[in-house]
Nanobody, 117 residues
Framework: QVHLVESGGGLVQPGGSLRLSCAAS????????MGWYRQVPGKERELVAY???????TYADFVKGRFTISRDNAKNTVSLQMSSLKLEDTAVYYC???????????WGQGTQVTVAS
C-alpha cells in the first residue's frame, strides 16, 4: 500500500513563500505523474500542478509564474515551491500520485497553507 506524506504547510504573509514536500513509501513506487491539488471548504478539490516521470510539468493558470513543481524519481518525492503567495492561495494542499499501469490515484492527508497578513 502506497502512502504519501506531505510536509511544509503553515502560515505565511501575502507575497511570501513556502515549500511543500511529499514523500511516497510502500507498495509499487512507480508513478506516471505526481502532483498537488488544493481544496477550500465548500469547493471542489482543484489541480495546482503535476509533473510526469520525464519532468514535464503542467500548472493551473492561477499559479503559473508563481509556483514551481519538482520531482525526484529516485527518492519518490515531489515538491511545490510557492512564491508570491496570495490570500486566495489559502487551502489544504494534497499530494497526489498516479500509479503506473494501475492508474490508481493515491492521496496524502493534506497540509494546511494559510496566507494572511
Amino acid at each position: 500500500q502506497v502512502h504519501l506524506v506531505e510536509s511544509g504547510g503553515g502560515l505565511v504573509q501575502p507575497g511570501g513563500s513556502l515549500r511543500l514536500s511529499c514523500a511516497a513509501s510502500g507498495g509499487v513506487l512507480i508513478f506516471t505523474s505526481m502532483g498537488w491539488y488544493r481544496q477550500v471548504p465548500g469547493k471542489e478539490r482543484e489541480l495546482v500542478a503535476y509533473i510526469t516521470t520525464d519532468g514535464s510539468a503542467t500548472y493551473a493558470d492561477f499559479v503559473k509564474g508563481r509556483f514551481t513543481i519538482s520531482r525526484d524519481n529516485a527518492k519518490n518525492t515531489v515538491s511545490l515551491q510557492m512564491s508570491s503567495l496570495k490570500l486566495e492561495d489559502t487551502a489544504v494542499y494534497y499530494c497526489n500520485a498516479l500509479q503506473f499501469l494501475t492508474d490508481y490515484n493515491y492521496w496524502g492527508q493534506g497540509t494546511q497553507v494559510t496566507v494572511a497578513s
